[in-house]
């Protein structure tokens, strides 16, 4: 499954408030960092398994550019403000086809409406669609 406008979804979140959910884009990159600046170090910790101070710009570059065959990358948007990024997952599939793992990352100011459960829903949706009958991920 190719990243296309067919995985974009806007969804409604608890608060009330709209998210775009779609594939990242190589122009984000002013957005991610401004994203990623908003993250708390516990936050960072929780996604990159150590505590960082500053994203490497070649960690920020990888972060945006992917092997279509080896993973898909989504990002969820403020829906009245494309530039603005809530969050982000990834799926990294495996050589056998048949498995992912996954990690995501949710903004800490928009945690507890539903965003990080969206991001798996249309996580899942994007590893049936490839036929992955297994995701997994260290949380």
């Known amino acids: 499954m190719s990243q296309t ?13 709209a998210a775009l959910i779609r594939p990242i ?15 708390s170090p516990n ?13 490497e710009p070649v960690v920020l570059d990888g972060l945006k ?17 494309p530039e603005e990024i809530w969050a982000g997952g990834r799926l990294f599939f495996e050589p056998d086809g048949q498995r992912a793992e ?11 409406v539903g965003l990080g459960h969206a991001m798996m829903d249309t996580l899942i949706e994007c590893g049936r669609q490839r036929e992955i009958v297994e995701i997994w991920g260290m949380v």
């Open 5 to 17: 406008k067919d995985m974009e979804r806007t969804v409604t979140l608890r608060d009330g408030s």
């Open 25 to 39: 884009r190589s122009e984000d990159s002013g957005a991610l960092l401004k994203a990623l600046k908003k993250l």
């Open 43 to 55: 936050d960072i910790r929780s996604r990159f398994f150590s505590f960082v101070k500053e994203l």
């Open 65 to 81: 550019k992917l092997d279509s065959e080896r993973e898909l990358a989504l990002v969820a948007t403020n829906a009245n403000d």
């Open 102 to 112: 996954y990690a995501a990352m949710v903004r800490s100011e928009r945690q507890g």
